[in-house]
C-alpha cells in the first residue's frame, strides 16, 4: 500500500517493532490522539506515546504475542482517555508474516506486529462504584476545579503560589484515594505501590484533563526518588501552574507511599519546553513548601 492508501483507511493503523517503538502511524490513528505521526515515529508507544497502555490487559497482551511464536493475533477492547476526551476502541494486534514487505517501513530483522484501532461508543461505567466515585468526585475536573480547564492557569496565578500549591496538594491527594480504590486494575509488580503501577497516575491525570504523565525510575524502598515526565494540556509562563503541577504529584506520590514528598523541576529548563521534568523524593514537612514557593523554572 502507498502512504496515501495507508492514511485513507477507515480505522487506526500502527506499526510497532517487538519493543514497541512506532515504525508507522496513519492519519485516522493521528486523528484520534492528536498526534501528528512526524512527533511520534520512532518513539516507544508503551513509554513515550501512550504510556496508559503499559498495563497487563494491552502490554502484557502485547509482550505475549511477541513471545509465543505460535500466537498470530490478540484482540481486546481498551479506553483510552485522551486529554481531548474518553474514546472506547476495539484493538487487534497481528504479527506480521516474515516474508512481508514494507515498503513504507524501514525494513529489518526484527518481528512487527500491525495494530488497528477502531472507534467503539463510549460505555459508561454504570455499576463500577470507583468509577462512579470518580465522577463525583473530578468529572471533567468537577466538584474540585469547578472551573473551565481554559481558566485553570489564570486561576492559579490569582492564587499565587502558596494558593497553587495548596490547590495542587488537594487534587493530588484526591487522585491517590482513587487509584487506591481501582487498585485492582493496576498490576502490583514486585509490591510496587498501586499509585506507582504503570499508567496509574497518567490515566487518573488524563480523566481529569489535566494532561499526561510517565514516571520512571526504581522501587521507591531502593533510590527514593521518582522521576517524571509531564505533559500539561496548555503551554503557559505562569510559575504558579508549574508549583500547581509539583504539588499535585508529590501529593499523590507521597500519599500513595505514606510519607510526605518534595517535587523538583529540572534546571535550565523553559515552561514551553515539554515534557516538564520532574523528580520526587522525600521531604521533611518543613522544607516543602518552603523550596516549593518559588519559580521551579
Not at 117 to 143: C, F, M, Y
Not at 165 to 175: D, K, N, T
Not at 201 to 210: F, I, P, S, T, Y
Not at 248 to 269: D, K, T, V
Request: with cysteine; aromatic share 8%.
Amino acid at each position: 500500500m502507498s502512504k496515501e492508501e495507508v492514511d485513507d483507511l477507515p480505522y487506526g493503523f500502527v506499526v510497532l517493532d517487538e519493543v514497541g517503538t512506532i515504525l508507522l502511524y496513519n492519519r485516522y490513528e493521528s486523528s484520534l490522539s492528536r498526534l501528528p505521526s512526524e512527533r511520534v515515529v520512532g518513539k516507544n508507544w508503551f513509554k513515550e506515546v501512550a504510556p496508559c497502555t503499559r498495563v497487563e490487559a494491552f502490554y502484557g497482551r502485547f509482550r505475549a504475542l511477541v513471545q509465543d511464536e505460535a500466537r498470530l493475533s490478540e484482540s481486546f477492547r481498551f479506553r483510552f482517555h485522551f486529554m481531548h476526551g474518553t474514546q472506547d476502541v476495539a484493538v487487534q494486534l497481528v504479527k506480521a508474516p516474515p516474508v512481508v514487505t514494507l515498503p513504507l517501513v524501514q525494513e529489518g530483522t526484527a518481528a512487527r506486529i500491525f495494530m488497528t484501532v477502531v472507534r467503539r461508543p463510549v460505555v459508561e461505567v454504570g455499576a463500577n462504584q470507583a468509577g462512579h466515585d470518580w465522577q463525583k468526585s473530578l468529572g471533567t475536573i468537577g466538584g474540585l476545579l469547578p472551573v473551565l480547564l481554559d481558566a485553570l492557569p489564570a486561576l492559579l496565578e490569582r492564587l499565587g503560589p502558596r494558593g497553587a500549591i495548596e490547590l495542587g496538594e488537594h487534587v493530588g491527594r484526591a487522585m491517590a484515594l482513587v487509584i487506591e480504590s481501582e487498585a485492582d486494575t493496576h498490576a502490583r509488580e514486585g509490591g510496587r505501590a498501586p499509585v506507582l503501577a504503570p499508567g496509574a497516575l497518567d490515566g487518573v491525570l488524563a480523566r481529569a484533563g489535566l494532561g499526561r504523565v510517565a514516571i520512571e525510575g526504581a522501587a521507591w524502598s531502593e533510590q527514593k526518588r521518582i522521576h517524571c515526565e509531564l505533559r500539561p494540556p496548555f503551554e503557559v509562563e505562569a510559575a504558579e501552574t508549574a508549583l500547581f503541577y509539583g504539588a499535585l504529584l508529590s501529593a499523590a506520590i507521597g500519599s500513595g507511599l505514606g510519607e510526605p514528598c518534595q517535587a523538583s523541576f529540572a534546571e535550565n529548563r523553559k515552561p514551553h519546553e515539554m515534557p516538564w521534568l520532574v523528580d520526587v523524593c522525600p521531604a521533611t514537612s518543613g522544607e516543602r513548601r518552603s523550596e516549593l514557593t518559588s519559580s521551579p523554572f
